[in-house]
């Protein structure tokens, strides 16, 4: 009944799977300061002090459904279904969304408290660990928009639905990091 | 692995206990009677089996011939990804120590 | 308001000191001279379709080559600069100031690394890497373009200092923390540096991505990954080091730009930043890339030696697990740059003792080429030359290398001269040998006609000579003690006439390149003399060869089968026709959305280093819909009907 229309190991998809590869690597990076760094409070607030976990498990649970959500979206497209592609999309956009404005709302609250990125090393670290997940996840927000248009306007040809694919694929491994962020900044930040 | 309606709700309820089970551990350790470095490293197993469930539930990529080379990228990249966490921890974990 | 329109920029950005000035009526004359040029021939219009908007990786290779060529220009002025400047700063102070001595030397580094060797290597690997696997282009031509433009935006971008600013970085090419952040370094010149990596190492990335997919998927059916040619399989695993270790760069440049322009505190002295961790991560991208460097030139000097010696590869197998351990190993070292930072005696022993296991598959490719040409009909071509002369100094360089893996020797030559020497060892006698022994190789593949012989050896005597003069001195002064980066130093220390040497050594290279160039003008005006009409100049052994000499845009009008590791020699030894039935031939299009894409990123590397908001946000749009509209572009290929393809095939074989 579902014929694979998509193949992971095609070369324009096994290709910007290597580019994800290369992102894991980046946040690898943020994820070793994060780690090295989050002692380094400076005397300033610590992750204790300023973590509210069920924000942070808000975030999870919202991210987390938008990622199945989007496997919805992706089964409507190998069954030919636009408009419920469209649908389940919409959903995840709103979701993801919502997961932005968690985040931003958290960041402010930091701000206001005096806890920025100038503070010390640790709260540099978190921001551009927690933020430049953020900026990755606007981003996907922007491609899954530019993708819905896709859908509307054009015929779900092979071409097509790799072009959706990739986008869905960025938004899955979205996912995929954030369980790291969860466990390591609010997870090991908290307990340690 | 064709893309099933069964794959994802497994993949999803899956993802939903582990995380819930994470957030319980961090929340309330003394509840399961862990002291800090095993609640470190249960937390963490629950997120590397969720990233497992992830990849074979949500991403689709698991032991089909087809996926040799995707797998086969995403294990050296792990394996670049552990070496960069290890050893940028125990480096500079010596380093802290020595030149404090 | 002020602010706002112009940011960090004033008028003291206006060049207003000798080299400053200099540099930009330089550049101006230049750009001013090929303008005219391209208007009196009337070839704008040829540059744009035929070349600037081509997505054909022989284009691209040679536009490549061109790139690292003038950039190599200006990388060996720096280097003039600073042998001058050693030479006669004996209880002087020199012709230059410490601040701009330190400015060269880290600009030196920066272009040699970046924009000379990789581009180089990267023109080499698009010339040639699609010819020996069978493919028809790179699996991504459209990125293969976008990733060259961006290379050129980061050189431009590096150099747009003399123009707009005054001030490089001062801190050495890695421009190390905490002495890159504000607190010492407050003028843009970090800023240009960080944002010039950040263009090129992007440009990298995706050709490495792209070589990466291309040789892994795009390979002629039955060639597996053990029928390769030695230069794919160095060519495959310098890509893996690309994308494992590209990013850390990016992440780590990407840290100290957040320190400088937001406060940040990752490596800044106070607010508990870790510089030691800048160290730690600049390093772990830093051995990768100097392996990047170098392997690549051990896949063509295997080539040259097999081809030369009429022989095959010693120990095929035994080469590819060679490189493949170099690879892995490579990115298990890095601490040996820093062994006296002061992790403990547990860390630096870990990481000294995996450093000397990579003599064990630099040593078996060695024995490997040496058994290659042993009872070989020995063709002492002018690529040979350049293999011998690498031979010599990799041993040397090797050596040196080794001395240092051992931690307590380190200590003694860290950041001497004798480190200077060893890595300029490896870098000229392994990267740059190998690219120039490289070019000549394949030089008549790619343009129909070989290179002036006797020119070329010339020249490789006066660069080994000239090699020999200008570094052995410097291993000596390390030995006596004397630190890189010295600006000036007292006479009585003794080292003035080794320094003197040195530059003498270099002005022997300078004849090399002066050699070199006269070679290219001279091969050019002689061509019709030295035309390869068989394609197969050298007797060659791999696929590449059984194209035509310049091979059709489409490379191969019908792509062979695939049954041995040397396909090309089996082939002729079977004795073998042209396939005259064609097929229809999917093609891609020009496109100048890589230029476009490009011109974009270089205004945001601008706006950023100069902090002017609206310049970022202008092309940061433009990149996004540059990008938006490719998305929806559907039609960037185009078939060429298989009557097209044999007019074409027809053409070559009556003229």
């Known amino acids: ?192 | 692995m064709h893309y099933k309606l069964s794959l994802s709700i497994t993949g999803f309820v899956t993802s939903l206990l582990l995380t819930l089970a994470a957030y319980f551990i961090i929340v309330r350790p003394e509840f399961f009677h862990f002291d800090i470095k095993i609640a470190i490293i249960a937390i963490f197993s629950l997120a590397l089996a969720q990233s497992l469930v992830q990849l074979i539930f949500f991403i689709n990529v698991w032991k089909e011939k087809r996926h040799f080379w995707n797998l086969g990228v995403f294990i050296s990249t792990a394996s670049i990804i552990f070496i960069i966490v290890f050893f940028s921890i125990w480096i500079i974990d010596h380093l802290n120590y020595n030149m404090r | ?655």
């Open chain 3, 1 to 655: 308001m002020r602010d706002f329109f112009f940011g960090k920029l004033t008028w003291d950005a206006v060049p207003h000191v000798w080299y400053t000035i200099g540099g930009t009526v330089f550049i101006i004359l230049a750009a001013i001279a090929i303008g005219i040029y391209l208007t009196l021939t009337k070839r704008w219009g040829w540059l744009w379709n035929e070349w600037l908007t081509s997505t054909d990786p022989k284009k691209i290779g040679t536009m490549y080559m061109v790139f690292a060529s003038l950039m190599f220009f200006r990388g060996m002025l720096d280097a003039g600069m600073v042998w001058l400047q050693q030479a006669i700063a004996a209880d002087s102070q020199g012709y230059l100031t410490a601040d701009h001595f330190q400015q060269i030397f880290t600009s030196h580094g920066d272009i040699m690394v970046f924009f000379v060797t990789m581009s180089f290597f990267f023109g080499l690997m698009n010339w040639i890497v699609p010819l020996q696997i069978g493919a028809r282009d790179l699996a991504f031509p459209f990125l293969n373009s976008l990733g060259f433009w961006l290379t050129v935006s980061g050189g431009l971008l590096i150099n747009l200092f003399f123009v707009i600013g005054g001030d490089f970085a001062n801190t050495g090419w890695l421009a190390i923390a905490p002495f890159s952040e504000l607190e010492f370094n407050p003028s843009v010149g970090v800023d240009y540096l960080i944002w010039s990596l950040q263009l090129s190492g992007a440009g990298s990335l995706l050709a490495g991505i792209n070589f990466l997919v291309t040789i892994i998927k795009k390979r002629a059916p039955g060639m597996t990954l053990m029928k390769m040619p030695l230069f794919t399989w160095n060519s495959l695993c310098a890509m893996v080091l690309i994308i494992s270790a590209f990013p850390v760069l990016t992440a780590t440049t990407l840290l100290l730009w957040l320190d400088r322009a937001f406060e940040m505190h990752f490596f800044t002295i106070g607010y508990a930043g870790n510089q030691m961790m800048y160290w730690n991560l600049i390093w772990m991208w830093g051995h990768p890339e100097v392996y990047i460097l170098v392997i690549p030139a051990f896949g063509m000097f295997s080539e040259i030696v097999s081809t030369f010696s009429q022989k095959k590869t010693s120990g095929y197998v035994s080469m590819v697990w060679a490189a493949l351990t170099i690879t892995t190993l490579s990115f298990l070292v890095w601490l040996h740059h820093f062994f006296v930072m002061g992790a403990g005696p547990n860390v630096n022993s870990f990481f000294g003792i995996v450093t000397m296991l990579i003599a064990i598959p630099a040593g078996v490719q060695v024995f490997n080429w040496i058994f290659t040409m042993y009872k070989g009909k020995i063709n002492l071509a002018s690529p040979m030359y350049w293999f011998i002369g690498f031979l010599v100094l990799f041993m040397i360089g090797g050596m040196a290398g080794i001395f240092m893996a051992s931690p307590p020797a380190d200590f003694q030559v860290h950041n001497s001269l004798f480190l200077v020497a060893h890595f300029h060892t490896m870098i000229v006698g392994v990267a740059l040998f190998g690219i120039f022994a490289g070019i000549t190789f394949w030089f008549p593949k790619i343009f129909g006609f070989k290179l002036n012989e006797r020119l070329d050896k010339q020249a490789f005597w006066f660069w080994f000579a000239g090699f020999f003069v200008a570094f052995m001195p410097l291993y000596l002064l390390g030995f006596m003690g004397a630190p890189r980066r010295i600006d000036h130093y007292a006479a009585a220390t003794g080292w003035q006439p080794l320094y003197i040497t040195a530059l003498a050594g270099f002005c022997f290279i300078l004849c090399g390149i002066a050699t070199q160039v006269y070679l290219v003008i001279e091969s050019i005006k002689n061509r019709k003399q030295n035309l390869d009409t068989t394609g197969d100049p050298w007797n060659g052994r791999t696929l590449e060869w059984a194209t035509h000499s310049p091979p059709p845009f489409y490379n191969f009008a019908t792509v062979p089968y695939i049954t041995s590791h040397e396909v090309f020699w089996d082939m002729k030894k079977k004795g073998w026709e042209r396939e005259k039935k064609y097929e229809d031939i999917e093609c891609f299009k020009n496109t100048g959305m890589g230029i476009y894409i490009s011109i974009f990123a270089f205004l945001l590397g601008f706006g950023i280093v100069w902090q002017i908001i609206w310049l970022i946000v202008l092309s940061l749009v433009g990149v996004i819909a540059c990008i938006i509209r490719l998305s929806f572009d559907d039609e960037m290929e185009y078939v060429l009907p298989a009557e097209e393809v044999a007019k074409i095939e027809e053409a070559y074989h009556r003229g």
């Open chain 1, 1 to 192: 009944m579902d014929k694979p229309m998509i193949n992971v190991s095609d070369t324009k998809i096994f290709g910007f799977w290597v580019y994800l590869m290369t992102d894991l690597i980046i946040f690898a990076v943020l994820f070793a300061c994060f780690i090295v760094l989050h002692g380094n409070t400076f005397n300033g607030p610590t992750a204790k002090e300023l973590f509210h976990l069920p924000t942070a498990l808000a975030e999870t649970l919202f991210l987390l459904t938008s990622s199945f959500t989007c496997s919805l979206g992706m089964l409507a497209i190998s069954r030919q279904q636009k408009k419920w592609a469209i649908v389940w999309f919409i959903v995840t956009f709103l979701l993801g969304a919502a997961f932005l404005y968690i985040e931003i709302s958290e960041f402010s609250e930091f701000l206001a408290k005096g806890a920025s990125w100038k503070r010390s090393a640790f709260l540099s670290s978190f921001f551009t660990l927690v933020g430049t997940h953020g900026l990755h996840i606007s981003i996907g927000l922007l491609w899954m928009v530019v993708m819905m248009f896709r859908i509307a306007l054009r015929p779900l040809t092979e071409h097509s639905v790799s072009r959706i694919f990739r986008m869905a694929l960025f938004w899955h491994f979205l996912d995929f990091v954030w369980i790291f962020i969860f466990t390591t900044v609010y997870g090991i930040g908290y307990l340690l």
